[in-house]
């Protein structure tokens, strides 16, 4: 069969994939999109929107508790979990389905296949062998495997979306993004959680909030055992126990969940035929503009050495293809003040730099701003769940590079303060401005003074 020639080949389905290609396509490009799988890759499928729709549940079954409180008369039940499951899996089938309308508007060429390079600009697809000028690779990321026996009497976050009831009792290793975030919607909705640590929760965030998170936890009734290593796992009849390197044997669980970070997902793709390595984590190293050490050959989202997140692979891509397609020759993905929140019980918000980050870079220049309150709503059904603002302040002026923020609503509250820090806003500029009164948000345009030290 002859080669199809394109102007643009993309890997991977998944945020990045589609964003390079939809966009690439916007600008006349004539290109070919390559996904053996479901459209959306890892968000829609196995990550933000089915994590999102447990959260959400987690939430209706916590808003029920303070509903009783308040005075509302119907006991707390719990969820129909397989119903829910229907209903999420059905959200997610109509977003492939939307995934497809974008790329049949623009004309891009959907191949069903998993792509393997021939050469830096040909690349095989099943039976098919397309060429391009132009190739962006974004393949996304996949479960890290730890050499422990027993390992796969455990799943992966992916195994966790599978679940067809609440179980029990559940173990969870891990302290980042996926552990803290499952660890939080199962126990919300009825399960014994206890998490293993290998050192302290969200390791890079700010080192106070992070502690301050795990006390959360701990009072929504999770336990975490830090400085906990899982050496194995055995059977017991169904159920799970696990060996730790403190001699004790914790268990027995219905389900063990490994949560230890994430690789590059690059294994399929004969890397090795044009060149082009990976660093440990099966990372391919990118520079700013999203260029790998072949020319013509690109890497997005996931698969590169850049922050893991959706928005960050969306962003990346659309820029790369207006850089190539979009006479915009200096386009390319800012990678400073992104936010991020983890959906945690309760969530935890973050921009800038941690503490740590600012007193490393700007030493005594660094002065804190923080306010710790009982939202109203929580106040009303006697559940002393914090808020905790934490403003983190450097120079005369007080430029903030650090905004760090813990509580219900947070996840909400977050994303208009990252347009103020991303401008470049003081804590003057917060004086200045109005408080919406009564909300949590207020607080933090009504902070008091510098914290002393
Ligand atoms: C449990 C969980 C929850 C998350 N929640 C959030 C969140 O709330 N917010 C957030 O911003 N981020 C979240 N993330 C991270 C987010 O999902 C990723 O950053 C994002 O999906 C990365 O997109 P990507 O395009 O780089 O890769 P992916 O979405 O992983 O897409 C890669 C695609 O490439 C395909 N592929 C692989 N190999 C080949 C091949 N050889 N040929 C062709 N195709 C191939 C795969 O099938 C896949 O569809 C979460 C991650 C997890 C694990
Ligand atoms: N809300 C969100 O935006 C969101 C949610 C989930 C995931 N994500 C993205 O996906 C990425 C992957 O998430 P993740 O939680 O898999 O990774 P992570 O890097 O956030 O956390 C990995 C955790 O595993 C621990 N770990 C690593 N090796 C270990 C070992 N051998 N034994 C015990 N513990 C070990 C680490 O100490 C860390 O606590 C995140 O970094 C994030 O970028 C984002």
Redesign the pocket.
């Known amino acids: 069969m002859s080669d199809e020639a394109f102007d643009l080949i993309v890997i991977g389905g998944g945020s990045g994939g589609l964003a390079s290609a939809i966009r690439a396509a916007k600008h006349g490009a004539r290109v070919v999109l390559i996904e053996p799988s479901d459209l959306g890759g890892l968000c829609v499928n196995h ?2 929107v089915p ?1 999102k729709a447990m959260w959400y549940a987690a939430q209706m079954a916590e808003a029920q508790y303070i509903a009783h409180d308040y005075g509302f008369t119907d006991k707390p039940g719990s969820l129909n979990w397989p119903a829910f499951i229907d209903r999420r899996n059905a959200y997610i089938e109509r977003i492939h389905g939307s995934y497809q309308q974008q790329l049949d508007k623009v004309n891009v060429t959907l191949v069903h296949e998993t792509a393997r390079f021939l050469e830096p600009h040909r690349i095989a697809a099943g039976d098919r062998v397309l060429t391009a000028p132009h190739v962006v690779i974004a393949t996304g ?1 996949a ?2 495997r ?1 050499d422990k026996p027993g390992f796969d009497l455990g799943v992966s ?1 992916d195994g966790f979306f599978d679940l067809r009831e609440c179980p029990k009792r559940t173990a969870i ?9 499952l660890a939080g919607v199962l126990r919300a909705l009825g399960s014994e959680v206890d998490m ?9 965030f700010d080192e106070e909030m992070a502690y301050q998170l795990g006390d959360e936890m701990k009072k929504h009734g999770i336990t975490i055992n830090y400085a906990c ?2 050496e194995a796992a055995h059977k017991e009849g169904d159920l799970i126990r696990l060996d730790c390197d403190k001699g004790l044997t914790p268990g027995p669980y219905d389900i063990l969940i490994w ?4 690789h590059g997902n690059t294994a399929s793709l004969g890397l090795d035929s044009i060149g082009l390595g990976t660093n440990a984590e099966g990372q391919i190293e990118v520079d700013d503009y999203q260029e790998t050490g072949v020319p013509g050959v690109y890497a997005v989202g ?1 698969v590169t050495q850049r ?4 928005p960050v692979a969306v962003n990346a891509g659309r820029k790369l293809a207006d850089r190539l397609f979009g006479k915009k020759p200096g386009a390319k993905m800012d990678y400073h003040n992104i936010p ?4 945690s019980h309760p969530p935890l918000g973050t921009i800038g730099m941690s503490e740590r980050e600012a007193r490393d870079a700007y030493g005594d220049d660094v002065h804190l701003y923080k306010q710790t309150f009982v939202p109203m709503q929580l106040a009303l059904a006697h559940r002393p769940m914090f808020v905790r603002f934490k403003l983190i302040c450097v120079g005369e002026d007080s430029r903030i590079v650090g905004m760090q923020m813990l509580g219900p609503g947070v996840d909400e509250i977050l994303q208009g303060f990252a347009v103020a820090i991303k401008m470049g806003a003081t804590k003057g500029h917060f004086d200045d401005t109005m408080a919406i009164h009564p909300t949590s948000a207020e607080e933090m345009v009504t902070m008091g003074d510098r914290v002393p030290g």
């Open positions: 990550g933000c994590k990321s479960p890290n730890l976050s290793v891990g302290g980042g993004y996926v552990a803290v975030e293993y640590v290998r050192d302290r929760l969200m390791g890079g290593q899982i949560a230890v970070g994430r996931d922050l893991a997140l959706t991020s929140v983890v959906f």
